[in-house]
Every structure is written in C-alpha cells, then in structure tokens.
C-alpha cells in the first residue's frame, strides 16, 4: 500500500486518492448504492453519531419526537438519552419476547412532529434481525427520515441499503481493520458535519484519509460476498450442531431463536453467564455476555433481554455465542465437550 496522503496532489497521493475511491465503489455496490453516498468513518460509533446529530443540527436543531428501540446499541442509546437533554422527545420501543420490535408499535408511535427513526437491523446480542423493510415502508409513507445501524448486518447478510436513508457500519465485525467503518446517507438527506476540520469526506467527516482501512473493508466485504454461500452453508452447519447440544441440555433457552447464522445467545437454568463466560475463558474459549461496549460501564445485564422481559434466570444466565468463517469442525467439538463440563461443574456448585 502505497502511504501517500489521499488528500495530497502528488503522485504518491494520487496513488492513494485512486485506492481509497475504488474501495468506495467496492463497497457501494455490494450494498447496493451509489459511491458518493458513502462516508468513510473510524466505525459504527462515530457514524451513529454523524448520522443522529448531523441530520438533527443541519435540519431539526430546535427538538421533535425521535423514534427508537429498547434494544440499540450504545451508540444510539447514549445519543438518544443526551438529546433527551436538549429538548428532544425519544420513544423506545419494547421489543417482543422473541427479540423483534413490531412495525405496528413502530406506526403507533409517529406523531406529527416525528422527525427521525434509528432502528438497528440485526441485534448485536441476540442476532436477531428487524423487520427494516416494513418499517421502512412505515417511514417513508409518513415522510420520516430512517437510519439503521447495521453494523451486524453488513458481512452477514444480503442486505439492501437504499431501504433506509442512513446506515451505519464497522469494517471489524467483517474482517477489515479494527478503527474503520462508514456511514451511508442517502442522496438528498442533508446532514451538518459534527467535528470540523480539514473538510474530508465532502465536508462531512473530517481527518486524514485512512485508506488501509477502506481498502480493507472492501477487499474483506468482496471476500465475504464472492464466497458467501459456501460460507453461510458451513456456518449454518456448525450453528445447527451446537443448538442440537444445547437443545439436549435440561433447563436451556435460546433467546431469539431464528438468529442470523453467525449469533447464538443461550440461558442455562442455575449458571451464571458471566462465570460460564470465565470458565470457558480459562478453557481457551472465548463467548460474551452482554454487548462488550457495556463492560466499560460496569454492565453485565444485557439491556435487551431485560427489555425482552424474560425471566431473571435467562438474563443472568446468558452467553452470546458468535460464530465466524474460520471456525472448524474440531473447535466445535471441543467447545460442546467444555460447555457441557462446565454446566454441571457450575450447576453443581449452585445447587450445593
């Protein structure tokens, strides 16, 4: 990789400028929008952020009624309840007990003075995708300008951008470099950048270029895509042979049981979620609890099973388990020979 400064009008400059506008194409079409509607950004957090506040600052600076899930990631909650602050009235929607928020409780809650919806589209704890599409539709019959963190989405599914008007996304959660991510914002939707600068990214996001990140989302986005059947297949096996161990095992639930193929999130009756994790841990395997953004704020209840209503035992007792397109048949067979060591070890401890 060339290490020319995108922005430089040398040739050495040129060379990266070429690079970084490729990746953008790349990553556009596999998405299926245009390059211009693409902006690159540090991640999932930063471009929740842009696209929240930016769209709010350049169009609604004065308040209205925001829409959102119980279930967001912190990166929409946390900007949700500080313009809570300043004069914006959020709804939080509940989802059902399978982890899904209702298009009907979505409509229910518009309003005249409804300016913005952000509804994440898969789950970063429970995997479990949202009905974008009809709330979609929802959203565009009311004139409502619709973001989505999709920062689970991308790499996983097949997914259609142009659904929403902004969507959010993390290059390392598909393999790209950690510190990467980009921000869709849909032709037409003005949005006011949120940190000034040197006026990168058309003005919109600024500071240096960071091309090995870009070109890293898009040759890992690309790889995932020109391979994605083959992979999912093989994922999906492997899923269906640890949920047919945990089916097996007395006293489990599966909270959101039609997932995408890479999340499992599992309950076992009488385990602690976070000593399970530990035990697996010093076993050298490595499950989450809750979204491991909460542990910097000492969290270990996931917010979105409490927000699921499940019982206590389901909130304490739960792991998120995530698959990837490295794992193999043999990890497999070693982590359901650990789990099942140490759910009784743990159960014998609790019961005395």
């Known amino acids: 990789m060339n290490y020319g400064n995108a922005s430089s009008l040398h040739s050495f400059g ?69 313009l809570e602050k300043h004069g914006y009235d959020v709804t939080y929607l509940a989802p059902g007990s399978d982890g899904r928020v209702s298009p009907k409780d979505f409509k229910k809650a518009i309003r005249k003075d409804t300016i913005l919806a952000s509804i994440m589209w898969v789950n970063n704890e429970t995997g479990m995708e949202q009905p974008i599409e009809e709330i979609s539709k929802i959203a565009k019959e009311n004139r409502i300008t619709l973001h989505s963190d999709a920062v689970q989405a991308v790499g996983k599914l097949k997914i259609n951008a142009s659904l ?37 990214e058309r003005g919109l996001r600024s500071g240096t270029e960071n091309v090995p990140g870009a070109v890293g989302m898009a040759t890992a986005l690309k790889l995932i895509y020109d391979n994605y059947s083959d992979w999912r297949n093989k994922i999906e096996s492997l899923k269906e042979r640890i949920l047919d161990k945990i089916y097996s095992i007395p006293n489990s639930h599966v909270n959101g049981r039609d997932a995408v193929f890479s999340h499992i999130n ?52 739960a792991i998120r388990i995530s698959l990837g397109y490295d794992n193999t048949e043999n990890e497999i067979d070693y982590f359901l020979k650990v789990l099942d060591e140490e759910i009784h070890r743990l159960r014998n401890i609790s019961q005395g």
């Open 164 to 200: 929403v008007d902004m969507l959010s996304a993390s290059g390392h959660k598909f393999y790209a470099p950690k510190g990467c991510g980009f921000l869709y914002v849909k032709s037409g939707v003005q949005i006011s950048p949120v940190m000034l600068g040197g006026g990168h």
């Open 266 to 317: 599992v309950s076992f009756r009488d385990v602690s979620g976070e000593a399970l994790a530990t035990a697996l841990d010093l076993r050298g395997i490595a499950v989450s609890t809750a979204s491991a953004c909460s542990s910097h704020h000492g969290s270990v209840k996931s917010h979105v099973l409490q927000a699921m209503r499940l019982d206590d035992w389901i909130v304490n007792g």
């Open 14 to 82: 040129q060379i990266a400028r070429n690079a970084y506008e490729s990746a953008r194409g790349v990553i556009a079409k596999i998405i299926a929008v245009s390059p211009q509607e693409i902006f690159f950004t540090s991640g999932g957090t930063e471009s929740d952020n842009i696209a929240i506040l930016g769209f709010l600052k350049k169009n609604f600076p004065d308040g209205g009624h925001l829409i959102t899930t119980q279930i967001e990631h912190p990166a929409v909650l946390e900007v949700m309840k500080e």
